[in-house]
């Protein structure tokens, strides 16, 4: 075709013979060289060898020929073709299904729930309102059983059950409620995250919801997609954290900024961390850059820092392309100092600031109902089990948003929701809602510690059912015994650890185990993580232990005896 129309066209084989002429027209990028289609074309000169050198990724191989961006328009076009009859699904090309459709925020979920996609959106700071969350609800209603919604430990929403032939209409729906799911997967910056109880707080340095608004616009175009920035070398997750308490996590992070003030001059400064991350091959908690940022230069330096990452990034083997690897390669200070450069000429970063405090600081509590600064409002954390709501539950929170806080809730990174402003008056009747009998204020000291990944119900990677054998675990425990205490148990189904087993008290991952010479679903066991002030990661202390509840139950109340001052409830009473 001519014109510089596209063609829905790969070289990996389809499972048909799909040829769909898009309607879109893309002027050639005389800049770059490259093809109006190709990844290339954003990328420096040192990153286009990297991304067709020999030894680079499949990955890369595939956003070379065809940019993932490119399925921002495409997708709608695919869902009217499907709807109309003229493409079947058998017709559609393998790697837009599986790879590029990600760039779009659609998952297919091929191996669990054929034709079927997961869809993750864009909710910076975990923020959502009533509209949103009926608007959420509205999507996955339609879907049945396979229709569902997960919080995700990036204070962020993820629809299960989704069609492609609903796609554009759902796409267009999420811009109309200022949401979005562009650029949610593969290679881009994923959820923006702060502080849970930004604006609310009486402690908080600063309030992060603005700035992550701002930056959410700018990297994201307003949902719609920024192409400047959907070609990085691999994700990166991004956090502000305001307080001492950590919420965002920023020490597993590729980017992190830390609210601090000065003692000497008394100026609100950002201490940047960088590099943590989980994955099979390599586990690091983020270390100091040694550098600070004004509050300023938050959104200017995350955008030099994506372009150093976008243009000088490694693009090699998968499981070494984080941020960490690319500042490992140039070193600490030549790194700070290209961001700086990229920032403009001139630009100064100041040294990191260090404060000595006087006592140490227990990381709070988000679930129950607290005191906002605001006289005479409150916040009401909500223990979410799992992370795993229906489209009723997303409804009932729309109402509860609305009737007695001012219409907004929070998502939280441990999978919660917050209620806000709520005012002393009305927490009686709130809190005799029908709906907190299933989602609780004051759960017990596990399940408000409680938190899974997708697990194998859903997710390919998924070596274990994790969200339902958890709350089921949970259960059992807290009848079992008494907690002192609020125990973080983390369950995730695979070592990609999208539930963060190695910052828990108690972390699961999902691994081979035998019992009766049997192969069945097994754990990995990790104890003694800390988040906070002075993380550390947990460490691996048994492997192979069968899931079957003859055997896991024992060993975790072993744990909880031992390590967290756990009684029998017998003994207890």
Not at 296 to 324: E, M, N, S, W, Y
Not at 443 to 452: A, H
Request: hydrophobic fraction near 40%.
């Amino acid at each position: 075709m001519g014109n510089g129309q596209r063609v829905l066209t790969s070289s990996r084989p389809s499972r048909g013979s799909l040829k769909v002429a898009c309607t879109a027209t893309l002027e050639p990028n005389t800049k770059t060289g490259a093809t109006p289609t190709s990844g290339l074309k954003h990328l420096s000169e040192e990153a286009r060898v990297r991304a067709t050198d020999k030894k680079a990724s499949k990955f890369e191989k595939v956003k070379v020929e065809k940019c993932g961006s490119t399925m921002w328009s495409e997708v709608p076009e695919l869902a009217k073709l499907l709807r109309e009859g003229t493409t079947k699904w058998e017709d559609l090309n393998l790697d837009d299904v599986d790879i590029r459709m990600k760039f779009a925020g659609l998952f297919h979920r091929g191996k669990r729930t054929p034709q079927r996609f997961m869809m993750r959106l864009k909710l910076p700071n975990g923020e959502i309102n009533a509209a949103q969350l009926r608007y959420a609800a509205s999507i996955i209603s339609k879907y049945g059983e396979d229709g569902c919604a997960d919080i995700t430990t990036r204070a962020n929403l993820q629809l299960r059950g989704v069609k492609l032939d609903d796609a554009d209409g759902i796409i267009e729906g999420l811009i109309q409620h200022d949401m979005g799911s562009f650029q949610s997967g593969m290679d881009s910056v994923r959820n923006l995250t702060g502080s849970p109880i930004a604006g609310l707080d009486p402690h908080e340095l600063f309030d992060t919801r603005p700035v992550l608004r701002e930056m959410n616009k700018v990297l994201f175009n307003g949902g719609r997609g920024n192409e400047e920035f959907a070609n990085l070398p691999r994700k990166i997750n991004v956090c502000i954290s305001p307080t001492r308490d950590d919420f965002p996590h920023t020490q597993i992070n590729d980017l992190g900024f830390e609210a601090v003030r000065d003692p000497a001059s008394g100026q609100l400064l950002f201490n940047v961390v960088v590099g943590g991350y989980f994955s099979i091959k390599r586990n690091i908690m983020s270390v100091p850059l040694g550098v600070a940022v004004t509050e300023d230069q938050l959104i200017p330096f995350t955008l030099a820092l994506l372009r150093v990452f976008r243009d000088h990034g490694p693009r090699g083997d998968r499981q070494k392309t984080r941020l960490i690897w690319l500042i490992e390669q140039l070193g600490f200070e030549a790194f700070s100092n290209l961001v700086a450069e990229t920032m403009g000429p001139g630009t100064q970063l100041a040294p990191a600031v260090h404060v000595a405090y006087d006592e140490p600081w227990e990381r709070r509590d988000l679930l129950g109902v607290h005191a906002q600064k605001q006289q005479g409002l409150n916040w009401v954390g909500v223990s979410v089990p799992s992370g795993r709501l229906q489209a009723e539950d997303l409804e009932e929170f729309a109402r509860v948003a609305e009737q007695y806080g001012d219409g907004t809730a929070r998502l939280t990174p441990e999978e919660n929701i917050l209620f806000v402003n709520v005012p002393d008056a009305s927490l009686p009747a709130m809190l005799a809602e029908p709906i907190f009998a299933k989602f609780k204020v004051n759960p017990g000291n596990l399940e408000r510690g409680l938190v899974s990944c997708t697990g194998s119900q859903f997710c390919g990677f998924g070596l274990i059912e994790t969200k339902q054998r958890a709350m089921a675990v949970v259960s059992k425990l807290e009848a079992s015994l008494h907690l002192p205490r609020p125990v973080r148990i983390h369950w995730t189904g695979c070592p990609n650890s999208c539930g963060q087993a190695q910052v828990a008290d108690i972390g699961l991952m999902g691994g081979p185990a035998k019992l009766d010479g049997k192969a069945v679903e097994g754990v990995k066991i990790f104890l003694g993580g800390k988040i906070g002030e002075n993380p550390e990661l947990a460490a691996e202390i048994e492997a192979g232990v069968p899931c079957h509840e003859d055997y896991l139950l024992p060993k975790l109340q072993q744990l909880l005896v031992e390590h967290f001052g756990a009684t029998p409830l017998e003994a207890a009473a």
